[in-house]
Every structure is written in structure tokens, then in C-alpha cells.
């Protein structure tokens, strides 16, 4: 198997991925990212995560890395130019696992993709013991806006919700994202809101708007990143170490004092 593949990357987990497998060398180009985690990032050519065919294709890559959420039929079109298209991610963690071990095989890093999957299922089994015993949280996880758009169903960020003991408000939507009326986010009781950055980032007016829709509940931006699968998973276990050391000093008694949303 080739190992020199020429390597392009659509979304900012791809990237963290290739850099991750010690594959850095292989990237060609890559999208714009708001926290790079390798200096070779800076030296890179960027390329918009919505380029069409023909510009991506001027790379004359091997491998196009994308989200889930890629358009089909641009996937289609380049595997047609022989291009091997690869999701990051996916709607589960073994679906991710299996994602990120393909891109391994692919570039010829097995071993070190499955060493980021064993990573990151021992952190989540330190995880499991933190959080044992404690209350769950009613939590919805929004991620975009106009229309707000949350996680919602079948979806790799609701089994992570779940791992950490905080319960998807939107779980029983039969998909794997939801555009709720902000009206009704009231009657879902929620208690924490969870503001990502990325892939568009959700600033203080989203939060004092959503807020205004709630009782009280605690809201937190996190990194968007790290919801998407790849290599990213491997510091999930950390992050929602330290978001549990946060949010679960707030109990409902010292929230209902506050006269507005809370943030970190």
C-alpha cells in the first residue's frame, strides 16, 4: 500500500486527524480552522470546506476527508475521479472508531488510529466513574443558528451526552439534528445549554436569546470541534472532566436565584 497519499481535508477534524496519525506531511490542503493544533497548519494551503469539485480536484489528491454531513453528490463525483472520500465522524462512536480507523489504513497509520481509540475509550471509562452516582442534567446541545439547530435523535454528540449522565432534551426527535421553536424550549425543562463554536460559532447574543427561553438554566460554550469524531474524540474525556467539575456545582437551588443565564 502507497503511503505518500496526497491528503485533503475538508473539515478541521480531518485535519486534527492527519496530524494526529504523525500524516501531516501527506496534506496538500485544508480547510480554515479556529484552533489549529499543529504548527505545519500555518504553511498549508486553504481550501473553503464548501470548494467545489473542480477545486478540490486541483490538488489531484488521493483522499478528500469530510464531515458526515458532506454533500453526496460531490462525494460522488470525486470518487468517479478516483478519489477516495472519507467521512470523519459519524451518527455513533463505534461509527467514529471505524471512520478513524479507516483513514488509518488508508495512510498507512493503523496502529497509531488505534492507539487514539483505545485513548479515548479509557478516558471515557475514567469518565463513567466521575460521574457515577451523580444527577443527570436535562441538556440541549445547539450548534448552529438561523434556523437554531440542535442534536438531537440517532447522533454521535447524543451518545456523548449520554456518557456524560446529561440527557438530550431533543433524544426522542427521530433524526440526528433539530430545529426548535425557541418558544418551546421551556417545556422541556431544560437545565443545561451547551453553545458549540464551531462549525459556526454561537456567541453571547445566541446565548442571552436562547437563555431568555429557559428557567435559569446553566449555559456553557464548548468546543464544536470536538463533537464531530475523529481524532478530537481523544480529549473529550478531559474536557468533560473539567465541565463536570463546573456545572455540577450549580444545583437547581442556586440557579433559581439567578435572574439570568449563567456562563463560563
Known amino acids: 500500500m502507497r503511503n505518500d497519499k496526497i491528503v485533503?481535508?475538508?473539515c478541521a477534524e480531518g485535519t486534527d486527524t492527519v496530524f494526529a496519525?504523525?500524516?501531516?506531511?501527506?496534506?496538500a490542503g485544508c480547510a480554515v480552522q479556529k484552533r489549529p493544533t499543529d504548527p505545519l497548519y500555518a504553511l498549508l494551503p486553504k481550501i473553503d470546506a464548501e470548494a467545489s469539485v473542480e477545486q478540490v480536484l486541483e490538488f489531484r489528491p488521493d483522499v478528500v476527508l469530510v464531515p458526515v454531513d458532506y454533500d453526496s453528490r460531490r462525494s460522488e463525483s470525486l470518487a468517479r475521479e478516483g478519489v477516495e472520500v472519507i467521512p470523519v465522524g459519524g451518527d455513533t462512536?463505534?461509527?467514529?472508531?471505524?471512520?478513524?480507523?479507516?483513514?488509518?489504513?488508508?495512510?498507512g497509520r493503523a496502529a497509531e488510529a488505534e492507539k487514539?481509540?483505545?485513548?479515548?475509550?479509557?478516558?471515557?471509562?475514567?469518565?463513567?466513574?466521575?460521574?457515577r452516582g451523580a444527577d443527570t442534567l436535562r441538556t440541549a446541545f445547539f450548534f448552529s443558528r438561523e434556523p437554531y439547530t440542535a442534536a438531537a435523535g440517532r447522533s454521535l454528540a447524543s451518545e456523548l451526552l449520554r456518557r456524560n449522565r446529561l440527557e438530550n432534551v431533543y433524544g426522542d426527535v427521530p433524526r440526528s439534528s433539530a430545529c426548535p421553536d425557541l418558544s418551546t424550549l421551556r417545556l422541556?425543562?431544560?437545565?443545561?445549554?451547551?453553545?458549540a463554536d464551531y462549525p459556526q460559532e454561537l456567541t453571547d447574543e445566541d446565548a442571552i436569546r436562547i437563555g431568555n427561553h429557559t428557567e435559569h438554566a446553566?449555559?456553557?460554550?464548548?468546543?464544536?470541534?470536538?463533537?464531530r469524531g475523529g481524532a478530537p474524540l481523544a480529549r473529550l474525556p478531559e474536557f468533560f472532566r473539567r465541565l463536570n467539575e463546573k456545572i455540577r456545582r450549580f444545583s437547581d437551588?442556586?440557579?433559581?436565584?439567578?435572574d439570568k443565564p449563567t456562563y463560563f
Request: hydrophobic share 50%; glycine share 6%.
Open 21 to 27: 496519525l504523525s500524516a501531516g506531511r501527506m496534506l
Open 253 to 258: 437551588d442556586n440557579l433559581a436565584e439567578r
Open 188 to 195: 422541556t425543562d431544560v437545565q443545561l445549554v451547551l453553545l
Open 218 to 227: 446553566l449555559t456553557v460554550f464548548v468546543p464544536g470541534e470536538l463533537w
Open 116 to 131: 487514539i481509540v483505545t485513548k479515548t475509550e479509557y478516558g471515557f471509562s475514567l469518565l463513567a466513574d466521575q460521574v
Open 8 to 10: 485533503v481535508s475538508l
Open 93 to 107: 462512536l463505534e461509527q467514529a472508531y471505524d471512520n478513524l480507523r479507516r483513514i488509518g489504513n488508508v495512510l
